[in-house]
């Protein structure tokens, strides 16, 4: 390239970046009509697999304290919710919450688990390699509601997780109207 051509690249770079630049810059007063930062705070879980109730030996304490189990887990939930002191408390999960689980929940194809972690207070879910381990089907089931296809309905259809993916909510607790 020659040296004009080299020149004339240059340039019109540099007109480029002026653009640029002008079409992100504010003004101070631009700046403070921003929104501000919003401060949440996050519960997680993850691979709680259907354990309903406390595992049995040394696998069930921690620090020499009796836990696990659903109550175990709502208890400590309501505590952090409760320590947070915020509006902006959201709990999450990171999937395999179902699946390879206990007879407790396992026999009634997990939706003990379901309904106990949405009475827990979860608010959003993702899928784990668990959550498929009877097929997608029987995961929009769990999701959507209905009876099993196999063993049915033992008292009424189940009404679903309400809210997307395995993230249930109970009328006690509906969905936050905005986040």
């Not at 009424?156 to 509906?174: D, K, L, M, V």
Request: net charge negative.
């Amino acid at each position: 390239m020659s040296s004009s051509g080299m020149r004339r690249a240059a340039v019109g770079l540099t007109a480029l970046a002026v653009a640029a630049f002008g079409a992100v810059a504010t003004t101070p007063e631009q700046a403070d009509a921003q929104p501000k930062p919003v401060d949440v705070t996050l519960l997680a879980l993850n691979d709680f697999h259907g354990n309903l109730e406390p595992p049995t030996g040394s696998s069930g304490t921690i620090a020499g304290q009796a836990a696990g189990g659903v109550e175990f887990l709502a208890t400590h939930l309501a505590e952090l919710r409760a320590a947070a002191k915020k509006k902006n408390t959201i709990t999450v999960a990171a999937g395999d919450l179902i699946g390879a689980s206990p007879l407790l929940s396992a026999a009634f194809h997990d939706e003990p688990t379901i309904e106990a972690l949405s009475m827990a207070g979860l608010d959003y879910a993702s899928v784990g390699n668990h959550e498929f381990d009877e097929g997608a089907a029987e995961l929009l089931r769990i999701q959507n509601g209905g009876c099993h296809p196999v063993d049915g309905c033992a008292d009424a259809p189940r009404t679903g997780a309400p809210a997307s993916h395995t993230c249930p909510r109970t009328p006690s607790r509906p969905r936050p109207a905005s986040r």
